[in-house]
């Protein structure tokens, strides 16, 4: 483990193993913890919010979504960048809990959302037991009922991936009342598998990369 600090978030980088090791512990504690996967955009939200920086920061275990990330924390390590681009850890992780039948419960913003994010993990990992899929609203009215729909399902693994705004909000209301071992949070745009990217989405990545490069610049001046 290697403490780094980018733009004043405090974070932690670990080899896959390590982190491997940490979430098998986290299946054996019962309570909710929370692995969250961590993008330049949600760097560069929690940089200016305090509230997101804090919640970024109280994760149990934080993965990288972006190789950037290891660029501005200057690690060199080349076995890490193939960790982070091949996503070694999700792939890893599912393995195992293919393996042992452990049950995986999918979350989006979306029914529509959580089935292409469904797809996406059976794609990487054949065999996962995905036991459901559901869609958080992001109004106060529906929250208890799918709080009572995941206690149900009482799933060992949930994935989720939304607005990490919205994943925040319900993850600090409802966390004390989710019968669920492991979180996975990733961001919205962050996917499982290799996609092809239209024109527009490099171009847009492209601009999000310099304007974090720049950012870590200032910071560290």
């Known amino acids: 483990m290697k403490n780094i600090n980018i733009l004043g978030i405090k974070l932690q980088d670990r080899y896959v193993k390590e982190s491997l090791n940490m979430a098998e512990r986290f299946l054996n504690e019962g309570a909710v913890h929370t692995i969250?996967?961590?993008?330049?955009?949600?760097?560069?939200?929690?940089?200016?919010?305090?509230?997101?920086?804090?919640?970024?920061?109280?994760?149990?275990?934080?993965?990288?979504?972006?190789?950037?990330?290891?660029?501005a924390a200057e690690i060199t390590a080349r076995g890490r960048y193939r960790e982070v681009t091949e996503?070694?850890?999700?792939?890893?992780?599912l393995r195992r809990i293919a393996r042992t039948h452990k049950s995986v419960l999918v979350l989006s913003d979306s029914?529509?959302?959580?089935?292409?994010?469904?797809?996406?993990?059976?794609?990487?990992?054949?065999?996962?037991?995905?036991v459901g899929t559901l869609a958080i609203p992001?109004?106060?009215?529906k929250?208890?009922?799918?709080?009572n729909k995941i206690n149900m399902i009482a799933p060992v693994v949930t994935v989720a991936r939304m607005p990490f705004s919205q994943q925040q909000r319900w993850l600090e209301q409802t966390k004390p009342y989710l019968n669920t071992g492991i979180w996975i949070?990733?961001?919205?745009?962050?996917?499982?598998?290799?996609?092809?990217?239209m024109p527009t989405e490099k171009l847009g990545r492209r601009i999000l990369k310099m304007l974090f490069k720049r950012q870590v610049y200032k910071y560290k001046k």
């Not at 959302?113 to 065999?127: N, Y």
């Not at 929250?143 to 709080?147: D, G, Q, R």
Request: proline residues 1%; charged residues 35%.
């Open 185 to 197: 949070g990733l961001p919205e745009h962050l996917t499982c598998i290799r996609k092809r990217e």
């Open 143 to 147: 929250k208890e009922e799918v709080i």
């Open 138 to 141: 992001d109004s106060e009215e």
């Open 36 to 71: 969250l996967y961590i993008t330049i955009s949600v760097l560069l939200e929690a940089g200016k919010n305090e509230a997101c920086k804090e919640w970024v920061e109280s994760a149990d275990l934080t993965l990288w979504g972006d190789m950037e990330i290891l660029k």
């Open 111 to 130: 029914e529509e959302h959580a089935e292409v994010l469904k797809q996406e993990l059976v794609e990487l990992q054949e065999g996962i037991t995905v």
């Open 87 to 93: 996503k070694e850890f999700l792939k890893s992780f």
